[in-house]
């Protein structure tokens, strides 16, 4: 568990799910915490509660992360209230289940704008601050998908791929200036689009169960605590696959 008190992290699509339990994890962990979120206000000042609950410092922010304008505005307000941000958690996504037959251009347009543009508007946004103090974490929520098949389609798997690119270009440009770039690639994680159909059982997956949120928390801050690895991405699939 890296110590870390005094820093601010970001945590994009942070209201429910795997950047819930990751914002939980960092706050466990210390940080100031800032849960970006688009539509699930209510979730996200629940999480803002819960933190500020046990006595850390939490706000609930308000983004389109596909949107330079508003990643801008985040980033400052993040910095206004908490400070400038020194962990980012790159997790916000769309998974559109769709057939190469149905997926329309709007839809792949989307997916590869909120899964894998967010990333780089985020990036770009934090990166001054980051370089100007010589220490910076970004972990970057890709998923199997990246080098798999998947269940969701081939839009998914383009927006994952390119974001486990995106972590290696950054990665052997930032590593001189203190800021490590990595990725987490959860498969068969029991959040809702799990539950909704995404996979019929658990049975396929060696370990025999799926995996749980608070296991891919455990894994961003491992990655998060190592100033030694960057560039990487740690899968996270129960057997599933090996790298």
């Excluded at 330079?68 to 769309?94: C, K, Q, T």
Aim: aromatic share 4%; hydrophobic share 45%; proline share 2%.
């Amino acid at each position: 568990m890296p110590l870390l008190t005094d820093r601010v992290a970001l945590v994009t699509g942070g209201s429910r799910g795997i950047g819930r339990a990751v914002a939980l994890a960092l706050a466990d962990a210390g940080a100031a915490v800032a849960v970006n979120y688009r539509e699930r206000t209510d979730d996200a000042r629940a999480m803002v509660d819960a933190v500020r609950g046990a006595g850390g410092r939490a706000m609930a922010i308000g983004a389109d992360v596909s949107r330079s304008v508003e990643v801008s505005a985040m980033v400052a307000s993040v910095a206004r209230e908490l400070g400038p941000v020194d962990v980012l958690v790159n997790n916000a996504g769309l998974a559109i289940i769709r057939g190469v037959e149905d997926l329309t251009e709007e839809e792949f347009d989307r997916t590869i704008a909120v899964n894998l543009k967010s990333a780089f508007l985020c990036t770009q946004a934090v990166l001054p601050g980051m370089r100007t103090r010589k220490w910076g974490r970004i972990v970057n929520i890709s998923s199997g998908a990246a080098r798999g098949a998947g269940g969701v389609g081939v839009h998914y798997n383009a927006s994952k791929a390119g974001m486990e690119g995106l972590t290696r270009g950054y990665a052997a440009r930032l590593v001189k200036d203190g800021i490590t770039v990595n990725a987490v690639a959860p498969s068969l994680i029991e959040t809702d689009m799990v539950r909704a159909g995404l996979a019929s059982a658990a049975s396929r997956i060696p370990l025999g169960r799926f995996g749980t949120v608070e296991e891919c928390a455990q894994v961003v801050l491992m990655v998060i605590g190592n100033a030694y690895m960057t560039g990487q991405t740690v899968p996270l699939s129960g057997g599933l696959a090996f790298n």
